[in-house]
């Protein structure tokens, strides 16, 4: 540094001043090039700090959430009402529109604005059952799921209806609208959150509840199960087990009409993914096939085990196709429609529900790390999840909060002589719940919505087994 002096001139306010400068050798390319290396590293490190975390591959068994929830089993308000056989078990069924007056959201395949076109209606289906003084709606929407907000708003908007418990699911189509949805993460996947919207949809389901109450009528109810293993695959490991059945419940009134509740374990994604129209995928096909016969009244599907199964499809989509499909889904109902019922409605008629602690959310950006779990409920919220149980004479319908996969239904344990049918979507989401093998898979569904931790599967099995020992009367 080399120093130079500047002489001020004197007058008479003011002494001769001198000031010494020092100038400065800039920095050298290298210097800056490692100054900004360090400001990177340094940034990526705060980055580090503040966002990410390892995941925590803890066994499930000696976490605070897991004891949670076993206490949670030993209490009494698991079971919301347990009815005795003597009663007489009731139904009645409705479906109403719940089809936009103008375009929303298109929800599935990513962002692609509001749908330009109606491909085909979508509804809202009820089936009211009732026995010994209780009700129970189970109600299945056209959508991708059953948000909390969405459920909130039709029980409020059917409070006086005399419902005492919802048995909420979804269809799962890809090709629905969203707009029902709550907070930063709901509204990143369903669209702006639209209360008119939401009030249109509770206001259709009220009416499809109140229709469903006073068609209402003794029933016998049967049971069903079809294996249609040309249908469906799995997704998540190349010819990887898959719950081939298609679950059939059949309620047949006194006076001859006949309803039916269905399951499938294929995700509704059969249309094509770049399409705009509204539409209920192959669901939508499979019930217009099913009450296009005369000997049916009415039909409901609920998205069975769909965690990492989908639809078999060659080719490129086309409306032939997705009408085939649906056709070969229902032919073996259609086939025996008409038999004599053999199911039991004499049995319980029993309603409860579990909730489930969980743990820290698992939101991963590669195998081994994941967000910080407050960056999660920042985007989604605290979740509280539960599972749903509605019990019938002998067959037993279980609820789960989010895409359960037809790989962990064989792990599933009921009472012998029972039936179990699985759906997803009951009201509440916590991602997909597939076998604890698979959290390290690089399928999508299995790397970026497997939310909480690598035993998330057997979680939900053990507990689910015990909710429903603990339940039976």
């Given amino acids: 540094m080399l120093p130079a002096k500047i002489t001020l001139p004197n007058d008479r306010h003011c002494h001769n001043i001198t000031i010494e400068c020092y100038k400065t050798e800039e920095d050298s390319p290298v210097t800056r090039l490692l100054k900004l290396f360090l400001y990177v590293i340094a940034t990526l490190l705060i980055i580090v700090l503040v966002l990410v975390k390892p995941v925590d591959d ?36 409705a479906a109403a529109n719940i089809t936009p007056q103008k375009p929303a959201h298109l929800m599935g395949y990513g962002y692609k604005g509001d749908y330009t076109h109606v491909h085909d209606s979508v509804f809202v289906r009820t089936v009211v059952f009732s026995k010994g003084g209780k009700k129970v709606a189970f109600i299945s929407y056209d959508f991708m799921m059953v948000h909390p907000a969405l459920a909130a708003a039709v029980r409020q908007a059917t409070e006086l209806l005399g419902i005492d418990y919802f048995y909420f699911t979804a269809i799962h189509t890809h090709h629905s609208y969203g707009g029902w949805a709550t907070g930063l993460g709901g509204q990143m996947i369903a669209g702006i959150y639209n209360e008119d919207l939401v009030q249109y949809i509770a206001t259709q389901t009220k009416k499809s509840i109140q229709t469903a109450i006073n068609s209402m009528e003794p029933v016998d109810m049967d049971y069903q199960a079809y294996a249609l293993p040309a249908l469906v ?156 149980l509605l019990q019938i004479g002998d067959i037993i319908f279980l609820g789960f909060p989010g895409d359960f996969s037809g790989m962990l239904y064989p792990r599933l344990q009921v009472p012998k002589n029972m039936h179990t049918i699985v759906t997803s979507f009951d009201g509440s989401y916590v991602g997909y719940i597939v076998p604890d093998a698979y959290y390290h898979n690089d399928n999508q569904e299995a790397k970026e919505t497997n939310w909480f931790g690598p035993y998330t599967g057997s979680y939900f099995i053990e507990i689910t087994n015990r909710f429903v020992q603990a339940v039976q009367p």
């Fill in 233 to 388: 695959a799995n997704r998540l490991v190349a010819n990887g087990a898959v719950d081939s059945l298609l679950r059939v419940v059949s309620l047949r009134k006194k006076s001859g009409k006949t309803g039916l509740i269905c399951t499938f374990a294929a995700h509704a994604t059969y249309t094509d993914a770049k399409l705009k129209g509204l539409s209920a995928d192959y669901p939508g096909a499979f019930v217009r096939a099913l009450e296009a016969d005369t000997a049916i009244d009415f039909a409901l599907f609920a998205a069975g085990a769909v965690g990492s199964h989908a639809p078999v499809r060659e080719g490129t989509f086309a409306d032939e196709k997705l009408a085939h499909f649906a056709q070969q889904l229902a032919a073996p109902v259609l086939a025996n429609v008409s038999k004599p019922h053999t199911g039991n409605t004499q049995g319980v008629f029993l309603f409860a529900s579990l909730p489930v602690a969980l743990g820290e959310p698992q939101f991963k950006i590669n195998e081994r790390w994941r967000l910080r779990p407050w960056l999660f409920d920042a985007v989604f919220g605290k979740l509280s999840p539960q599972i749903t």
């Fill in 58 to 93: 803890t066994p499930y068994q000696e976490k605070d959430y897991y004891r949670k929830t076993l206490a949670q089993l030993g209490s009494d308000s698991l079971v919301k009402f347990a009815v005795s056989h003597k009663d007489t078990l009731r139904a009645g069924w």
